[in-house]
């Protein structure tokens, strides 16, 4: 079935139709006149405001991203552009991608906007990452690349690490309060990151990029670009790079092989044809989270061990903590004017991913718990009569397979522009944990993916610690309407999703709580209005209030871990009845987009219903179980700034951005063993810092370039309580290079050197996961209820890294 699904996924892309043109970023070579290219889109191309969007890369209108004629011209250096959306939306551009470190993950590049909150484990990114924005974390923001999903269709987690490569990036756009209508999420009620790949360049050429840095990183890039083939108008590249770094912090390291590819067409009046190929393969080291007390008695020593004792073995040896990880994402989004008033845009696309997150448990063979029946476990030739416990591998797999495709038609007529659209995706995740052997000499599992040899139960079960199947079906339709008055100056429109949603669980996992099979199944109307009004040139006004939801985990169908027959429960205990998060956001804000100087204020406010969370509960007892919860009502207001000009004072361009947000919980929140609750209400929400600050200094003579940024960050709180937080923290981050002339067929030789965290600070960066309380207390009823269990990620120390980068 797998093969099929595969196949017939690989099929479609052969027979839909396919695009990725991108109106916006001509070529800076000279024309071909040997090609005939696409001449100017029709009228349906209308570069009016929409909450429709830019999702799809053809949404994209030519003036949105600035053409490479105006390079070093920028505002900001790259981190504003000329908006005209009815709503927030920040976008950075590859002239200020290209100056930061080689390899940055797509959340360490977009760190200076506004309300944005990011934090890397590693300096290079390759180990992934965390984000919240305006309070909000990466599992409720929307990431798409090229037009397609980014998030786990299962938790909604992001890797950055595995997304893209930074030198194929044309711009990434965030929008801080909510996603476009046509955004493929169904859990993205705190905004969307959109990340838009370049479009191949006219002629035959390429780009080498070769870095070095401490802790041994180093990286290797490269690019081909084909240029038009033959006397065709199709063109493309295939990059690939390599990269790897030793741990800062405990044994081994983090390494990734990387490849894409991009081919397109356009001609006639808006026809563009393209497909893209992204395949990504990492096996790194995992960097083990930590609480309150283990950071405030061994800092950043907590970590995995170096060696192995094959007398003494250990689970927490660091070679069985490794996160093998393979992606592929396919996208083909195509644009096709069907007549001067109508156009289609259709987005399909393939996501498949298959890896874990490593692990060790010391299992006993004499007892082993298979629900309420007590068994006995062997593996191998080990079995209960010869070996009482022995320490097992034991990964948690994903596998994923995901076709989709939204379908949009668009009408134009005069002032009034009508759109709709169709979005459908199927999707199949399996998860399993089984239990495999280590090589009792070097202590390396003897497969990665948990394979070969595994612990059987003696009623003949294969022993799981998680073994679940989730088929997803996503039907959402969308509709939106578009007037234009007084010549193109107030535009307002209004549109409307409805999303259903069914999950069809499968849990091989005896004495559930939940049976075997277990359906989920949500429909939710989702209404959008919005309006601007542009005073002049250089001013307007803009309004927006938007729905959005979050269905709830895959993972709260489900019970999974080790069963306890005292509490005849699992570990992680399923709570399959769980409602969708609704998230509902106004905003308010002005624009200045002068020739020198750009500006952007914006109020926000948004209310949350039935907000979803994972919860660690300790009862009375001392048993501690996780699940998910409806976690009640928050609110919050703020304010988001950003500031930025062009070329002023001997080629420097400065930018500015700043967030206040005062966020609160609305409930009381449950807690603890028993049927009580804390008192949260009116609590400064969890994961939320209140300000954050960003400056960056960029200057730029077209050979010699150099920057500084830095990022503040206020406490955030770990509780729903607010009895445990992290600090508030300050990185400074500084940059320099030179461009040399061109030297034949060498284009720009540029050396570059980057530094992040200049001052070395060590510091809790970000809130892994969060608790109703941290101490003991009292709740509503009385009861006493003990401290929850909190965790952070430590965040990167200082990186110094030099690169050497030519075109040709």
């Known amino acids: 079935m797998q093969k099929l699904l595969a196949t017939s996924a690989l099929i479609g892309f052969t027979t839909l139709p396919f695009s990725a043109g991108f109106a916006a970023e001509p070529d800076a070579t000279k024309k071909n006149v040997g090609h005939v290219r696409a001449s100017a889109p029709s009228k349906v191309s209308s570069s009016e405001p929409s909450m429709m969007g830019s999702t799809a890369p053809t949404d994209q209108a030519p003036e949105k991203v600035e053409v490479k004629g105006a390079r070093h011209r920028q505002v900001g250096g790259g981190l504003m552009v000329k908006e005209d959306a009815p709503k927030s939306r920040s976008t950075i551009t590859s002239e200020y991608i290209e100056k930061q470190a080689t390899g940055l993950n797509p959340m360490q590049l977009i760190e200076m906007l506004p309300g944005v909150n990011t934090t890397s484990t590693d300096p290079m990114g390759l180990s992934g990452g965390h984000m919240t924005m305006r309070g909000l974390t990466e599992s409720q923001i929307g990431f798409t690349l090229e037009g397609f999903p980014i998030n786990d269709i299962g938790n909604y987690a992001v890797y950055p690490q595995e997304i893209v490569d930074p030198e194929n990036l044309r711009s990434i756009n965030v929008e801080q309060g909510s996603a476009d209508l046509d955004s493929p999420h169904i859990s993205a009620t705190g905004g969307a990151v959109n990340m838009y790949l370049m479009n191949p360049k006219d002629h035959l050429g390429g780009k080498i990029v070769g870095s070095y840095g401490n802790y041994n990183a180093r990286r290797i890039f490269g690019r081909l670009d084909t240029g038009y083939v033959g006397h065709t108008n199709v063109k493309g590249f295939v990059s690939f790079s390599d990269a790897a770094e030793q741990s800062w912090r405990g044994p081994g390291g983090q390494n990734k092989m990387h490849g894409e590819t991009k081919w397109m067409s356009a001609w006639g009046k808006g026809n563009v044809v393209s497909f893209s ?236 709580s939940t049976g075997r099979y277990i359906k989920g199944s949500w429909q939710q109307p989702l209404p959008a209005v919005s309006i601007r009004y542009k005073i002049n040139d250089e001013n307007q006004l803009f309004a927006s209030s938007t729905t959005n939801f979050r269905i709830p985990m895959n993972t709260s169908l489900y019970d999974s871990g080790s069963y306890n027959t005292k509490s005849h429960s699992y570990s992680t205990q399923a709570n399959a009845n769980m409602k969708p998060e609704i998230s509902i956001s106004e905003e308010f804000g002005w624009r200045y987009q002068g020739p020198l100087v750009m500006g952007s204020v914006s109020y926000f406010h948004y209310n949350f219903t039935n907000r979803l969370y994972q919860q660690s509960v300790v009862t ?53 063993g028993a049927s009580d609750f804390v008192f949260s209400k009116g609590k400064f929400a969890p994961q939320t810092p209140k300000y ?56 720009s030789p540029t050396l570059r050197l980057n530094l992040r965290n200049i001052t070395d600070r060590r510091y809790l960066g970000f809130v892994n996961g969060t608790a109703a309380n941290a101490l003991a207390t009292t709740g509503m009823y009385g009861s006493k209820i003990k401290g929850g269990n909190t965790t952070y990620s430590v965040a990167a120390p200082f990186m110094v890294m030099g690169t050497a980068s030519v075109d040709f």
């Open 277 to 512: 190929l992204v395949g990504n393969q990492s096996t790194g080291v995992l960097f083990p989270s930590t609480n309150m007390a283990a950071w405030q008695s061994k800092g950043v020593y907590n970590t995995y061990e170096s060696k192995w004792d094959p007398k003494h073995p250990s689970a927490n040896y660091y070679q069985l903590h490794r996160n093998p990880f393979t992606n592929i994402y396919a996208s083909a989004p195509s644009t096709f004017t069907l007549t001067d008033n109508l156009t289609l845009t259709e987005t399909p696309y393939f996501w498949y991913g298959n890896g874990n997150g490593g692990g060790a448990y010391n299992e006993s063979l004499t007892s082993q718990q298979y629900g309420e029946q007590t068994v006995t476990g062997s593996i191998g030739p080990y079995n209960a009569s010869n070996t009482k416990s022995l320490l097992l591998y034991n990964p948690s797999n994903t596998q994923t397979y995901r076709p989709g495709a939204v379908t949009k038609l668009t009408l134009h007529t005069g002032i009034n522009r009508l759109t709709v659209g169709y979005w459908f995706e199927y999707s199949k995740q399996r998860q399993t944990a089984p239990f495999s052997l280590i090589d009792g000499e070097t202590g390396k599992p003897d497969d990665l993916l948990g394979g070969g040899t595994n612990m059987v139960y003696s009623n003949g079960v294969t022993a799981q610690y998680r073994d679940t199947l989730t088929q997803t079906r996503i039907h959402t339709m969308f509709i939106v309407d578009s007037l234009s008055l007084l010549n193109n100056r107030l535009t307002i429109e209004a549109g409307l999703k409805y999303a259903v949603v069914n999950r069809d669980g499968q849990n091989n996992l005896p004495d559930t």
């Open 692 to 747: 954050q600050l960003g400056f960056n200094l960029d200057y730029d003579d077209g050979h010699l370039f150099g920057g500084y940024s830095l990022k503040y960050v206020a406490r955030q709180y770990s509780t729903f309580v607010n009895d445990q937080h992290i600090p508030g923290y300050l990185t400074m981050n500084i940059n320099a290079g030179y461009r040399f002339k061109d030297w034949g067929i060498m284009k």
């Open 620 to 672: 009375d007892t001392g048993y501690t179980y996780t699940r998910s919860i409806n976690g009640g009502n928050s609110h919050a207001d703020g304010v988001d700034l950003e500031v930025g000009t062009r070329p002023i004072l001997y080629h420097l361009r400065p930018y500015f951005s700043a967030e206040y947000i005062n966020a609160r919980t609305d409930s009381n929140i449950a807690a603890g």
